[in-house]
């Protein structure tokens, strides 16, 4: 039993900590998420090696544990002062870190479904499994959360206007 949980955490272990580092936006807060995931599988684990999905079970645990403390703490993520310069329309989306603060900016849930689709590569039948919703909540869910995504990242939201080089007169 105990092998088990350790092949689930070598095997397991650094795609949790990507959704952990998207839900919380700060490294060592998902760190931290992942650790007490673990602890928590660790101490369920008979119930959660028993269970259909076990891997559903432990992002279940840490969206709920991601919830609570977003609950908890309140927190915002600092804003580290980097601006892209105006124009650079590559430089806008080249940044992991500003891709990690425009998903701090989503509802949780909103955020949890963006990140388990695209992060996680998650259907929405999953993601509706894992968080106990409708497969069209997670559908809406999505659609608003990319859309407002979109909406930071204007160069991404459509075909760029520009003039065709050379032209008649």
């Known amino acids: 039993m105990e092998s088990d949980f350790h092949s689930f955490v070598t ?3 650094a795609a949790l900590f990507r959704g952990a580092l998207v839900l919380t936006g ?14 928590r599988a660790c101490r369920k684990w008979r119930t959660v090696a028993a269970a259909d999905a076990p891997d ?46 425009a998903l701090q900016q989503l509802p949780m849930r909103m955020r949890t479904v963006v990140v388990l689709r695209y992060f996680h590569d998650l259907s929405d039948a999953e993601i509706a499994a894992d968080l106990d919703i409708s497969p069209s909540t997670v559908r809406s ?8 995504l979109r909406s930071q990242f204007p160069a991404l939201s459509g075909p760029s206007p520009q003039q065709p080089q050379g032209g008649s007169r």
């Open 141 to 148: 869910q999505l659609a608003r959360g990319i859309e407002k």
């Open 11 to 13: 095997a397991r272990s």
């Open 56 to 101: 559903a079970y432990v992002r279940r645990i840490m969206v709920n544990l991601a919830n609570d403390r977003r609950r908890r703490f309140r927190r915002t993520v600092p804003d580290s002062g980097e601006r892209v310069a105006p124009g650079d329309e590559y430089g806008q989306v080249d940044s992991r870190d500003q891709l990690v603060r």
């Open 26 to 39: 700060n490294r060592d807060a998902a760190e931290d998420l992942v650790q007490e995931t673990l602890e």
